[in-house]
């Protein structure tokens, strides 16, 4: 069965910090992963795509990383900012296959001041 | 603005009405999905379209749910006799080609409370 679990569930930093986001699957096979940041009662909005050949992939001050050989991900929030919480989203893709994405359950970021 | 738009943001129903949510998607996309998001859970796949043909429906779109994309522009998704456990975010997206390539743009959302 096609999962995505992500960890932690919720994590609470202090603004400045640095933190960093887990994400396994056991999709196959495997087309791409993304990371989507998701705020409150909004839509979710598309921060990387990955595909199996790439390592890492960075936007800004969001860094993911890709090994497809243990079939983890995981995206590094450098310097945080108030703004940056939200709940942070790992998608799967499976190759060739219609509508198949797996979605994680997400972790919830919280950013104190 | 040329985003995903779903209207209405936010929809409070009393059990056994029912409700229609709209999606308009990025003009030159021919795919459409619907998602329906539960509080603290990822996205759940509903259904999906390429133009205008509704190629797959998940098992959660139960027979009260019908949605419709006519002339592959905008999408309705229609939720008849609403239950409680209906209450939930209803996202849309959009992409131009499948996920091996295609970047998916998501709407705001819908929220239907059902009281």
């Known amino acids: 069965k096609n999962q995505v679990e992500q960890s932690p569930q919720s994590l609470i930093i202090l603004e400045g910090k640095n933190c960093t986001l887990q994400?396994?699957?056991?999709?196959?096979?495997?087309?791409?992963l993304r990371w989507y940041k998701q705020d409150t009662g909004r839509g979710p909005v598309s921060l990387t795509i990955m595909t199996f050949s790439e390592n890492t992939k960075s936007n800004g001050r969001y860094t993911a990383t890709l090994d497809a050989d243990t079939k983890q991900s995981s995206l590094h929030i450098t310097a945080s900012q108030l703004s940056d919480s939200a709940s942070y989203i790992c998608v799967v893709s499976v190759n060739n296959a219609g509508n198949m994405l797996t979605f994680g359950g997400g972790t919830r970021l919280m950013v104190k001041p | 603005d040329t985003g995903v738009s779903q209207n209405p943001r936010h929809k409070i129903t009393k059990r056994g009405q029912n409700v229609t949510f709209r999606c308009d998607p990025i003009s030159e996309h021919n795919r459409l999905y619907w998602y329906r998001q539960t509080l603290g859970q990822g996205p759940e796949f509903l259904t999906y379209?390429?133009?205008?043909?509704?190629?797959?429906k998940s098992r959660l779109l139960s027979d009260r749910f019908s949605a419709e994309r006519p002339k592959g522009s905008f999408s309705t998704l229609e939720i008849q006799r609403t239950e409680q456990g209906d209450s939930a975010m209803y996202l849309c997206?959009?992409?131009?080609?499948?996920?091996?390539?295609?970047?998916?743009?998501f709407g705001e959302g819908s929220r239907l409370t059902v009281l």
């Open positions: 379209f390429q133009n205008e043909a509704q190629l797959e």
């Open positions: 994400c396994n699957y056991t999709v196959s096979p495997f087309s791409n």
């Open positions: 997206a959009s992409s131009l080609g499948g996920f091996s390539t295609g970047e998916l743009f």
